[in-house]
């Protein structure tokens, strides 16, 4: 199912972060979904709870945020209304979808140790940390025959 792929390639970012950060600890994880992504939330959700079991990820709850699709004309910038045709109505380009088929790793907290040579009853700090948005996997839907723009396509 795609979503266990998605889950995995999610788990293989989280774990580099991690590594590279020298985390102790993975306390939470946030991506966000686009409508159009072809990933189901629940089910992303529930591969979520079955893979994360034993791993860095087994405490740290998983949260969906899904991105609803918007499309926009490549030409004058104009945003088109939910539902409508997709050409601009002012100078009839075809649209290009600007958000809603992204499957990105949006934040990532770790728990990251101190520094080793402190006092023994110093507990090390838990030091949260935003990780800049990374994509996860690009969506296998397919889709319109119209540009994409990754650039803001998280909300
Ligand atoms: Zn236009």
Redesign the pocket.
């Known amino acids: 199912m795609h979503e266990y792929s998605v889950v995995s390639a999610l788990l293989g970012q989280v774990n580099a972060q991690a590594r590279r950060h020298r985390a102790t600890a993975v306390h939470r994880v946030r991506v966000c979904i686009g409508e159009l992504s072809g990933v189901d939330p629940e089910l992303l959700a529930s591969a979520y709870e079955l893979a994360r079991t034993g791993g860095i990820c087994a405490a740290a709850p998983l949260e969906v945020v899904t991105v609803a699709a918007r499309w926009q004309?490549?030409?004058?910038?104009?945003d088109l209304a939910r539902g409508s045709r997709l050409a601009?109505?002012?100078?009839?380009?075809p649209a290009r979808l600007v958000a809603g088929d992204e499957i990105l790793l949006d934040r990532v907290e770790l728990e990251i140790e101190d520094e080793p040579a402190r006092p023994a009853e110093a507990k090390p700090a838990a030091a949260k940390l935003a990780v800049a948005t990374t994509e996860v996997a690009k969506p296998e839907m397919a889709k319109p025959e119209l540009g994409r723009d990754w650039e803001a396509s998280h909300v």
């Open positions: 004309c490549p030409r004058c910038a104009t601009c109505p002012l100078c009839d380009a």
